[in-house]
Nanobody
C-alpha cells in the first residue's frame, strides 16, 4: 500500500508542470486525495483536495485559477496541473489520501494534515524567476 508522487522538476516563472500521484495496493476511489506542499523553512500546507468521485475540489487561495486537481479512479491516479507557476510555488509537493467520510467537503479537511493517513514521498518543484 503506497502512494508515488512524480512530475516535479525545474520550471520558469509562468511555466507549467503536471504532478501525478499513483496509488498501489488499494482502490483509491474510496479515498479523498490531498495535495500539499512544503517550502524550505515553512510548514506543510494543503493546497488542493478532491473527493473520491472527483466532483468536489477545493483550492487554497494562492493557487486558485492556476492549479487544477483531477483524478482517474480507473487508473488509480490523481494529477495536479500547475500553470502560471511562480517562484513562491517552489516547494516539495506531496499527495496523501484519507478514507472519505460521509458528507465530505474538501475545504473542511484540506488543512487538517492529520486527517490524511497515507502519504507519498514528495516531489520537488523549483520555479525560477
Amino acid at each position: 500500500v503506497q502512494l508515488q508522487a512524480s512530475g516535479g522538476g525545474l520550471a520558469q516563472s509562468g511555466g507549467s508542470l503536471r504532478l501525478s500521484c499513483a496509488a498501489s495496493g488499494f482502490n483509491v476511489r474510496f479515498y479523498a486525495i490531498g495535495w500539499f506542499r512544503q517550502a524550505p523553512g515553512k510548514e506543510r500546507e494543503g493546497i488542493s483536495c478532491i473527493s473520491g468521485s472527483g466532483s468536489n475540489v477545493s483550492y487554497v487561495d494562492s493557487v486558485k485559477g492556476r492549479f487544477t486537481s483531477t483524478r482517474d479512479n480507473a487508473k488509480n491516479t490523481a494529477h495536479l496541473q500547475m500553470n502560471n507557476l511562480k517562484p513562491d510555488d517552489t516547494a516539495t509537493y506531496y499527495c496523501a489520501v484519507a478514507p472519505e467520510p460521509e458528507g465530505f467537503h474538501p475545504s473542511m479537511y484540506c488543512q487538517q494534515l492529520g486527517f490524511f493517513g497515507l502519504w507519498g514521498q514528495g516531489t520537488l518543484v523549483t520555479v525560477s524567476s
